[in-house]
C-alpha cells in the first residue's frame, strides 16, 4: 500500500534551496502534489513562485534539496522531465509572425510528433477555427488558449501553468479556468501559480503560501479557511418596532456561549429571516498566516 | 547535438525570416545590388567584345575563351588564313576590327590527349583587351587544358600581339569589381541574420520554451548558422547567376566565400550573445556595415587611384579588406597564390579569434540562458 501512495505522487519537492547572489529566492520548499490534483502556488510578486516552478521543470539546478516530477530527478533526469511535463510560462512566448498551426507544427518538431496531434490540442482549446491566422493578431485570451495548447502537445503528465489569467478578461479567464478544470478530470496532473485568490479558491483542491522562498501554508482552501476564519455568524433578523416589520443584521461569535443561547432562543421564537457563516477569504487567510498582503 | 532538434529550429526560422519584413529587406538587397549593379557595368563595359574564332572541331574551349569576356561577340572563321588576314600574318597588322583571334587545330583534345602538343594560335588586340583580361585569358586556356589532361598538358598556345597592350582600366575592371562588391555586401548578410534570430529568442521569451522542451542551447545556435548558411549561399547563388559572375579561378573564389561567410557568422554570433534587445544589434550592425562597404571600396580600380599611404594603411588594417582583394583576385585571376595565401591567413585569423570570443559569450550564455 505505501508503494501505491508513493506512486500517485506525480511532484515531490525536498527541502529545495535555491539563491541568486545573496538573494534566496526559494528556501528549504517541500511539497507534494497527487496525480489529476490541481495545485496552487499563491504569493505576491517575486515570492518564488516562479522560481519554483523553473526549478521543478529543471530550468534551473537547486542548491540543495531534491525533487521528482512525474518520476523524474529534476537535476539528473532533465531530458526526460521535459518529455513528461508541459510548461505554460507567464509571457506570452509565442512566435507572432507565424499562425497558430505553425507555432505548434515547430513545437511537434521540437518534440518528434506527428502533426496530426496539432487538430487534437487546438480542438482541445477551441481554436481550429483560428489557426490559420497570424499569432500577431490574436487577443491575450486566444494566445493564452494556444500556450495551452502547445504545452499539452506531447500529452504532459504534468502542466506547469505560471498565472494563467494574467492580463485576461474575465471571460477568457473563465474559458481558461474550464480548460484546465477539464484537464485534470483527464488525469493530468497541474501546478498553477496565481496572485488571484478567487481563481485558486475556485480551481485548485490543494493550495500553498509562499512568501519569501518559504511556504507559509499547504492545504485545501476550505480547510484553511475554516482554520484561519473568524467562526462568525451573520443573522438577519424580523423585528416588530411601532405597529412595523422591519429586518436587522446581527453579528455572532459561534464561540460565545451567550451569542449561541440568543440565537436558539430566536429560532424558536421565528424571528431568523437568514443565517451565515462569516467564512474569511482566501486572501485573508493568506494575510493571516504571512503576515503580508497577497498584493 | 541532435541534428533532428538543430533542422527543426532551422525549419522554423527559414520560413520565419522571410515573414520578416525588415529581415527580407536585408535578403533582398544583395539581388538588387547585383541588378543595380550588372546594369552599371554594362553601360561602362560598353560595345561587344569581337572575337574571330577557327574551330572546325568545335572544341569546348571556345566557350572558354568566350567566358573570359563580359559581353562577346563571336565570329566563326571559315578557314585560318581568315584570322590571319584580320591580324595580318605573326600580328603585323596595326589595326583589326576584332579583339582577339584564335586558332583551334580539327583534333585538339585527342592530340592533347596523346601528347602531340598541339598548338592553339592567339591573336590579341593589345586596344581592346588589356593586361588584366589577357592575363585571365591566359590562366583560362591553361585551366582549360589540365581540364583534358592533369596535371601538365603539352599544350603549347603561340600568341600574336597588334598593338601595345593598353594599362588596366576601370571598364577593363569594373565587373570584376562590382561582382566582388555585391559578394561582399552579400557574406555581409550574416552579421544581421544571425544576431537577429538569437536576439529574437531572447527578446521574445521564446529561448525559456525552447530550453524547456527537449533541444539544448548549442542545438539553437547550430541552427540559427544553418539557416544563415543556407541564405547565404542561396543569395550567392543568385547574384553569381545574375552578375555571370563565374570567371577567374573558381577554387580560389569559393574558399574565400567560404572563410568569409564563417566571418560574418562569427561576427553575427558575437553580436547576438552580447546584446539582448534588437535596438541595441541594430545599432551595432550599423555600424559594421562601413567596416564592409569602405575597404571592399579600394580593392581593385579605385584602389589604384589611391595615392595617400596613410590612408591605405588604415583602411589596410580592416580584415575585411583582405576578404574583399582575395575575392577580387580570385575573380580576375592575376595575383600569386602568395598574395592569396596571405589574404586568406588574415581573415582565418581573425575568423578564429571572433569564433573564441563567440565561444566563451556563448558559454556565459548558456549558463544564464533560462533565467532571460
Known amino acids: 500500500m505505501e508503494h501505491q501512495s508513493e506512486s500517485e505522487l506525480m ?59 512525474a518520476g523524474c530527478d529534476v537535476a539528473r533526469e532533465r531530458q526526460r522531465l521535459k518529455q513528461r511535463i508541459g510548461v505554460v510560462f507567464e509571457e506570452q512566448n509565442l512566435y507572432e509572425r507565424l499562425s497558430a498551426r505553425a507555432n505548434l507544427r515547430f513545437s511537434c518538431w521540437l518534440y518528434n510528433l506527428p502533426e496530426k496531434r496539432i487538430d487534437e490540442v487546438l480542438t482541445l482549446v477551441d481554436l481550429r477555427d483560428r489557426a490559420r491566422e497570424p499569432v500577431g493578431k490574436f487577443s491575450q485570451g486566444l494566445k493564452q488558449r494556444l500556450l495551452i495548447a502547445r504545452a499539452l502537445l506531447h500529452r504532459p503528465a504534468v ?33 498553477l501559480t496565481t496572485h488571484l485568490m478567487e481563481e485558486a479558491d475556485q480551481l485548485c483542491q490543494r493550495v500553498a503560501f509562499i512568501v519569501n522562498g518559504r511556504l507559509v501554508a499547504n492545504d485545501a482552501p476550505r480547510l484553511l479557511k475554516l482554520q484561519h476564519g473568524k467562526r462568525l455568524l451573520q443573522v438577519t433578523l424580523e423585528e416588530q418596532q411601532d405597529h412595523s416589520q422591519g429586518l436587522r443584521d446581527i453579528t455572532l461569535k459561534l464561540d460565545d456561549a451567550d451569542d449561541q443561547q440568543r440565537l436558539t432562543r430566536w429560532l424558536s421564537e421565528g424571528r431568523v429571516r437568514s443565517l451565515h457563516t462569516q467564512e474569511a477569504s482566501l486572501e485573508e487567510v493568506f494575510f493571516h498566516v504571512a503576515g503580508v498582503p497577497l498584493s | 547535438m541532435h541534428l533532428r532538434s538543430i533542422l527543426a529550429i532551422a525549419r522554423k526560422d527559414l520560413i520565419d525570416i522571410v515573414q520578416n519584413k525588415a529581415t527580407l529587406v536585408g535578403l533582398l538587397l544583395p539581388i538588387f545590388m ?50 590571319e588576314t584580320a591580324f595580318g600574318p605573326d600580328g603585323a597588322h596595326k589595326q583589326s576590327d576584332y579583339a582577339l583571334g584564335l586558332i583551334v587545330p580539327p583534333t585538339f583534345e585527342s592530340d592533347l590527349r596523346a601528347g602531340r ?50 594599362p588596366n582600366t576601370f571598364a577593363e575592371n569594373s565587373k570584376a569589381f562590382f561582382v566582388m562588391y555585391v559578394l561582399v555586401m552579400t557574406i555581409m548578410n550574416a552579421t544581421g541574420i544571425v544576431p537577429g534570430l538569437i536576439i529574437e529568442e531572447k527578446e521574445k521569451k521564446t529561448l525559456r520554451m525552447l530550453l524547456a522542451s527537449p533541444i539544448s542551447f548549442s542545438d539553437i545556435i547550430a541552427g540559427k548558422l544553418l539557416v544563415s548558411l543556407t541564405y547565404q549561399a542561396l543569395l550567392l547563388l543568385l547574384v553569381f547567376l545574375i552578375m555571370q559572375g563565374f570567371t577567374g579561378n573558381l577554387l580560389w573564389l569559393l574558399l574565400f566565400l567560404l572563410m568569409g561567410a564563417c566571418l560574418t557568422n562569427a561576427i553575427g554570433l558575437l553580436i547576438g550573445c552580447l546584446f539582448n534587445t534588437i535596438s541595441a544589434s541594430g545599432a551595432v550592425g550599423g555600424i559594421l556595415v562601413f567596416f564592409f562597404i569602405v575597404p571592399a571600396l579600394f580593392v581593385g580600380p579605385l584602389g589604384q587611384f589611391i595615392q595617400n599611404q596613410s590612408f591605405m594603411t588604415i583602411i589596410k588594417a580592416i580584415p575585411v579588406y583582405y576578404l574583399a582583394e582575395g575575392i577580387y583576385n580570385a575573380l580576375t585571376s592575376q595575383t600569386p597564390a602568395a598574395t592569396m595565401l596571405t589574404d586568406l591567413a588574415v581573415i582565418a585569423g581573425t575568423t578564429l579569434l571572433l569564433f573564441v570570443l563567440a565561444a566563451w559569450s556563448l558559454r556565459h550564455q548558456a549558463a544564464v540562458a533560462s533565467s532571460i
Open chain 1, 11 to 69: 511532484i515531490e519537492a525536498h527541502q529545495l534551496r535555491r539563491t541568486f547572489g545573496q538573494r534566496q529566492a526559494v528556501a528549504d520548499l517541500s511539497l507534494s502534489v497527487r496525480r489529476g490534483e490541481i495545485f496552487g502556488l499563491l504569493g505576491p510578486n517575486g515570492a518564488g513562485k516562479t522560481t519554483t516552478i523553473r526549478l521543478l521543470t529543471g530550468q534551473i539546478i537547486p542548491d540543495s534539496g531534491w525533487a521528482r516530477v
Open chain 1, 159 to 191: 502542466l506547469f501553468l505560471d498565472e494563467p489569467s494574467r492580463g485576461l478578461d474575465p471571460i477568457s479567464a473563465h474559458t481558461i479556468r474550464q480548460i484546465v478544470q477539464r484537464l485534470s478530470e483527464a488525469g493530468t496532473t497541474i501546478l
Open chain 2, 34 to 83: 547585383a541588378v543595380l549593379f550588372s546594369f552599371i557595368n554594362s553601360i561602362i563595359g560598353g560595345s561587344p567584345t569581337r572575337l574571330l574564332i577557327y574551330n572546325p572541331g568545335q572544341s569546348p574551349i571556345e566557350q572558354v575563351v568566350s567566358a573570359a569576356f563580359s559581353t562577346p561577340a563571336i565570329t566563326h572563321a571559315a578557314s585560318p588564313s581568315d584570322v
Open chain 2, 117 to 166: 602538343h598541339p598548338q592553339l594560335q592567339l591573336f590579341i588586340n593589345g586596344d581592346s583587351i588589356g593586361t588584366t583580361q589577357r592575363a585571365l585569358l591566359a590562366q583560362a586556356l591553361t585551366d582549360y587544358g589540365r581540364q583534358v589532361v592533369n596535371p601538365e598538358p603539352p599544350l603549347a598556345i603561340v600568341t600574336s600581339t597588334i598593338n601595345p597592350p593598353q
